[in-house]
């Protein structure tokens, strides 16, 4: 039977940090290949015809780590936004962050401003990354937003519902169909709460740095043996 593909898929990349101490390694070289693992993965997912991938680069908790890993890390996103651009560019995705940019270092802010802009007509698909992000912060950042509309007779309250409620989120995206979270822990870590509303849930003990196609194509397998019911009734 044909395979269903999911519209949106979004990724917890969990694990790079036991990776890496599983080889003795720095936690740092876990992320180094997670980044790796990541292009690849990106790639895979668009050449499938699934338009919408959203992915968990940084939360609004992992400032809690140490300098160095987060001053690693900071580095190592401009470095892919470097080096991956053109890729991006030729495969006609289109970019978009969703984050706060208040921690940002300028340098970072101003290489997502870039991406976003330069490729903000592409239409083969959309790749989210979601830096200094925090689902919740996004839902009241919507609310505040909203409430200002409203204070200035932009928006009457009558006219709150989920759909316009989306357009204040930091990205208007659709509703996630598959989540995939690796490393073994169940939990969402705080991601995309409001898109994952009826997303199906897919937890593999596979560590990020080790995911491959192979593992995608599982995941995406599982997806289509799920009944998906909405709340109705399977129609027999
Ligand atoms: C995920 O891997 C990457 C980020 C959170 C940036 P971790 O760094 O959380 O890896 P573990 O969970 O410690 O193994
Ligand atoms: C979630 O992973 C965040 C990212 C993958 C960027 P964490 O490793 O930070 O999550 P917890 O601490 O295990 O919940
Ligand atoms: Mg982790």
Redesign the pocket.
């Known amino acids: 039977m044909e395979q269903k593909m999911p519209n949106h898929v979004a990724i ?3 694990g790079n940090g036991r990776w890496a101490q599983k080889r003795g390694l720095k936690r740092t070289k876990g992320h180094q290949k997670g980044a790796e693992v990541l292009k690849k993965i990106s790639e895979y997912v668009y050449d499938k015809k699934i338009k919408v991938l959203s992915v ?4 609004t ?2 400032w809690k780590r140490d300098k160095e890993e987060v001053d690693y890390l900071m580095d190592l996103f401009l470095k892919a936004f470097k080096d991956n651009f053109d890729a991006v560019k030729k495969k006609g995705v289109k970019v978009v962050f969703s984050g706060l940019k208040d921690k940002l270092s300028d340098k970072v802010v101003k290489a997502m401003e870039k991406m976003s802009e330069e490729t903000k007509n592409n239409n083969n698909g959309v790749f989210n990354i979601c830096l200094n992000y925090g689902g919740q912060d996004e839902i009241v950042n919507a609310s505040k937003k909203i409430s200002e509309d409203v204070l200035n007779g932009n928006l009457s309250i009558d006219d709150i519902n989920k759909d316009s409620f989306g357009k204040y989120l930091f990205n208007d995206l659709p509703p996630i169909d598959l989540l995939i979270r690796t490393s073994g ?1 169940y ?1 969402i ?1 705080n ?1 995309m709460l409001w898109q994952m509303a009826y997303a199906e849930l897919y937890f593999t003990d596979v560590l990020w740095p080790d995911f491959d196609e192979k593992q995608m194509d599982k995941a995406i397998e599982v997806f289509n043996n799920r009944d998906r019911r909405f709340g109705g009734v399977k129609k027999k």
């Open positions: 917890i990349m969990d968990f680069a940084f939360s908790e992992n822990e939990r870590s991601f």
